[in-house]
């Protein structure tokens, strides 16, 4: 058993329906159709990474976007909050190929939200501080690589970038 420690990142953001706008259409969707078309032909590597470039301007595609608060609206909850799994099957695999565990990190989760007194924030744990959790060097690497991926995603939207994506 290990433990390790992880940073979670709140970035003030001024509203959760702009900024989501503005993050959904800065991360799109997984090509899923495409991708399982070149699966099903047994397409190289290779067409797979230059199908995922093509479509992540920003080097990240959602896996999966949620809503939170309806339901828990049934409860008397006035937050509002959107999770996402964000993430890139070739950088994905780059861990991969080193600690199939890093899997339990990626894709990353990140939560667009509104608190009850009206802040907006976006939230996500620091990706190397996960990886890093792994001891694995080529993985750990990765993740330091993903904090500047995430870094330049944020910056693109509008908002302070935090420093300890700058500082791994």
């Known amino acids: 058993m290990r433990t390790y420690s992880v940073r979670r990142l709140d970035v003030a953001v001024p509203w959760v329906s702009d900024f989501r706008q503005r993050y959904e259409a800065a991360v799109p969707r997984v090509p899923e159709e495409e991708l399982e078309a070149l699966i099903?032909?047994?397409?190289?590597?290779?067409?797979?990474i230059q199908l995922i470039d093509s479509v992540t301007p920003h080097g990240f595609m959602l896996f999966m976007a949620n809503e939170a608060h309806p339901v828990f609206r049934r409860a008397?909850?006035?937050a509002v909050c959107f999770w996402y799994l964000m993430g890139n099957h070739t950088i994905a695999e780059r861990m991969y190929r080193h600690d199939p565990r890093a899997?339990?990190?990626a894709p990353l989760r990140t939560v667009i939200w509104q608190n009850e007194t009206g802040a907006a924030w976006f939230s996500v744990d620091q990706p190397s501080t996960h990886f890093a959790g792994l001891g694995s060097p080529e993985v750990t690497r990765v993740g330091v690589e993903l904090d500047r991926k995430l870094a330049a995603l944020l910056g693109f939207l509008g908002t302070d970038v935090p420093e300890e994506l700058l500082q791994s």
Request: negative net charge; aromatic residues 14%; glycine residues 6%.
């Open 40 to 48: 099903h032909r047994e397409a190289s590597w290779e067409e797979i």
């Open 103 to 105: 899997m339990l990190y």
């Open 76 to 78: 008397g909850d006035r």
